[in-house]
């Protein structure tokens, strides 16, 4: 048995054109770098697919690692506090 999260789940959409909104806040756009701001904030996302309402978590954080490594400096640089979490 798994001990329940106490945190909200904020749940975000991927629209059909690519862009994140977050419909708790009317809908407003959130950057990529937005969406990792709050990852490192410990906030629970989930992203949904416009159109299906299937999970696109994961292509979500896919992208995001894909984006930041390069300029980042491997994974370490990406979590954003040297990878002590």
């Known amino acids: ?11 975000l959409l991927r629209s059909r054109d690519g862009r994140l909104l977050d419909l708790e806040d ?7 770098e937005e969406f990792r701001a709050r990852l490192q904030t410990g906030e629970r996302l989930r ?20 984006t930041c490594l390069p300029k980042e400096g491997g994974l370490l640089g990406l979590l954003g506090d040297g990878g002590t979490r």
Do not use: F, N, S
């Open 47 to 66: 992203v949904r697919h416009e159109t299906t309402g299937g999970d696109c978590t994961l292509d979500l954080l896919l992208q995001l690692v894909a």
């Open 1 to 11: 048995m798994t001990r329940e999260d106490p945190r909200p789940l904020r749940v």
């Open 26 to 32: 009317g809908g407003r756009d959130v950057t990529l």
